[in-house]
């Protein structure tokens, strides 16, 4: 039928991009990077460590925002003269959405991002 094949191309579209998202492959900008990567670790937290995010953050917005705020304000400081990648970035955002809670609450967030700031 020549009409659902123009109707499947879009979702065949959506779809491989939802698998390269998933994957981490990609790119993202500074400011997409931080959201996600708060995001991320908001969903986390919410799952793998409840008493905490319940007795820090009022909801999952107000996780995201101080996480990412958080974020800014190291990368402001802290990686001032170090290149960001982008690429490294998106590889970040899904290792620690692929951690689990035993991972996660060992720290191995902080190190599933290593490579997104080079700072040679």
């Known amino acids: 039928m020549i009409g659902t094949e123009r109707r499947e191309e879009p979702m065949r ?3 491989i991009l939802a698998v390269l998202m998933a994957f981490g492959c990609g790119s993202l900008d500074h ?3 931080t959201l996600k990567r708060g995001a ?3 969903g986390k937290y ?3 460590a409840k008493g905490y995010y319940e ?6 917005d107000d996780c995201i925002d101080d996480l990412s705020d958080d974020l800014d304000d190291r990368s402001d400081t802290i990686f001032d003269n170090c290149e960001y ?3 490294e ?3 970040c955002v899904s290792r620690i959405r692929n951690l689990s809670c035993e991972d996660f609450s060992e720290g191995d967030a902080q190190g599933a991002c290593d490579l997104v700031w ?3």
């Open 31 to 33: 400011k997409d990077y």
């Open 85 to 87: 990648d982008g690429n």
């Open 55 to 60: 007795s820090e953050f009022r909801d999952i």
């Open 13 to 15: 579209r959506i779809s």
């Open 89 to 91: 970035a998106a590889s």
């Open 40 to 42: 991320a670790e908001c």
């Open 118 to 120: 080079d700072c040679r």
């Open 46 to 48: 919410a799952t793998c």
